[in-house]
């Protein structure tokens, strides 16, 4: 009996964080933010002067969005619990942050020394 009330609470856990979190937890807006960040690193990747393992860090990156924009397309993805898409959410709002915030103290390729 226990553990029916168990999978009862469970079950009520899930419903709330999904009407909690429901806009960002959708695949769409989660695709949107794989295919932003995706889109970043390849910028970054041609506009800033890099090392070779940041520049595999960055193309390794992109692949992995992509694979992402990929995984939300399947209807598998809607399995994930709520709390794990609303972590991978936030996780992809980070790496954007980071990933700005080191676009913009980088050096341009282009730039030169005067």
């Known amino acids: ?38 889109h970043l690193a390849e910028l970054a990747g041609r506009s800033v002067a ?24 399947q209807t598998s993805f809607c399995s994930i619990p709520a709390e794990k898409r609303r972590e991978l959410y936030e996780s992809l709002s980070q790496a954007r942050q980071k990933l700005l915030d080191s676009m913009q103290k980088a050096r341009l390729a282009s730039e030169k020394t005067q």
Do not use: C
Not at 55 to 73: C, F, I, K, N
């Open 50 to 73: 890099l090392a070779e393992v940041e520049s595999r860090q960055l193309a390794q990156l992109g692949r992995e969005m992509r694979s992402l924009v990929l995984m939300t397309r």
């Open 1 to 38: 009996m226990a553990r029916f009330w168990r999978r009862i609470a469970q079950f009520w856990h899930e419903f709330r964080n999904r009407r909690k979190y429901g806009a960002i937890i959708r695949p769409d807006s989660i695709r949107a933010q794989a295919e932003d960040l995706g």
